[in-house]
């Protein structure tokens, strides 16, 4: 039997190069070694707060271009959570057997609250609980994510094994798949945080549906450091994201990118770099065109997705009901 993947992303935001490399690409290589469950999270995009019109339509251009980007309907299932109301009724159930200090412990959300904590919505704080409901209702084994999930899926699997002990065995138990390169792509305007959808500086990201002249002009201004020498060196955090960016597109290692700059200037390298990105995207950007032509289809494409998949979701709450006497 194929073992079962599951991943997630939001809707809102523009979807950068940290997202593709970090979790997209993985989910398109290799496609057929597994069984593939991949899911818009707008249940998550409202625990801030939305424009109706503006989310409806982000929807449909995370899934134009995640099939632009390879999501195969033969071969994964691609739907959008809300479509499938037993994500919402296992976060509330998970919700009830997880200890306040384990969510408390959510490094995330008080980055995602900042200062303005009692401002945050009650959603926020218990998002990672939406998140285990979505890998736990599919008898998930692996679930691949960028970096900054790690603890969401530690998280996850202790509440999976503390709901196995108190009512006997019901979830499987997920494992984390981490990018071994570009697991944390990290701001072009600032080599120390991390690449994110909701930072405003215009040449912080690299966004999927950038034209090939911004993408030049973010690479050309990203910050580097006072040394000469092109080296992977972690503690050159600037030099070293734009390696690693380079290493994640072209697939070379990083003996031959080194031999590559070597007597080379910190402008080829982000000449070359601005041209590995902008060929990697050309394709995706030129399928997603397509796609978003025609909405109809991609809400036909989510809705029989969601059809699939529906049948899993009923079965697991089936089993937690009884599980816990509810009903
Ligand atoms: P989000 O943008 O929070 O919906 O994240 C969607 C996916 O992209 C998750 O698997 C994240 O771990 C991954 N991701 C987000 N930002 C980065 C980044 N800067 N580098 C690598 N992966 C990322
Ligand atoms: N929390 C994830 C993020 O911000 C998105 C997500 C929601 C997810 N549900 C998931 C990822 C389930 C993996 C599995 O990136």
Same mark, same amino acid.
């Given at each position: ?62 899934? #134009? ?43 995330? %959300? ?12 009650? #959603?926020? %704080? ?76 215009? %040449? ?44 994640? %597109? ?78």
């Amino acid at each position: 039997m194929k073992k079962r993947i599951f991943s997630g992303i939001q809707p809102t935001g523009k979807v950068h190069i940290g997202n593709y490399l970090g979790a997209i690409k993985q989910w398109v290589t290799n496609q057929g070694d597994h069984d593939n469950i991949y899911c818009i999270v707008d249940l998550h995009a409202i625990t801030v707060p939305q424009d109706p019109a503006e989310l409806k339509a982000s929807i449909r251009t995370m899934a #134009g271009l995640l099939f632009a980007a390879g999501i195969d309907p033969e071969q994964s299932v691609l739907f959008v959570q809300s479509a499938i109301p037993a994500h919402s009724e296992l976060a509330w159930i998970l919700n009830c057997i997880t200890p306040m200090g384990w969510m408390e412990r959510m490094t995330q %959300f008080k980055e995602k609250a900042g200062k303005d904590r009692e401002r945050a919505s009650v #959603g926020l %704080f218990d998002y990672p609980a939406l998140m285990a409901s979505d890998i736990l209702l599919y008898d998930t084994h692996l679930v691949p994510v960028g970096e900054d999930q790690k603890q969401h899926l530690e998280l996850t699997r202790d509440i999976a094994q503390r709901f196995n002990r108190q009512y006997g065995e019901t979830f499987v138990v997920p494992e984390p798949i981490i990018p071994k390169i570009a697991a944390r792509v990290m701001g072009l305007d600032d080599p120390t945080k991390k690449m994110s959808k909701s930072e405003p500086g215009k %040449f912080h990201a690299v966004y999927m549906l950038d034209t090939p002249d911004v993408i030049l002009k973010k690479v050309k201004r990203a910050t580097t450091d006072s040394l000469r020498d092109i080296r992977f060196d972690e503690n050159r955090p600037g030099v070293f994201n734009l390696l690693s960016i380079y290493q994640a %597109f072209t697939g070379e290692t990083e003996a031959e990118i080194e031999a590559h700059f070597a007597g080379k200037g910190y402008g080829d390298l982000k000449k070359e770099l601005a041209e590995v990105i902008i060929e990697g995207l050309r394709p995706i950007q030129e399928r997603y065109a397509k796609f978003i032509a025609d909405p109809a289809q991609l809400d036909a494409l989510l809705a029989q997705s969601a059809d699939k998949v529906r049948p899993i979701a009923e079965a697991t709450m089936k089993r937690v009901h009884q599980r816990m006497g509810l009903g």
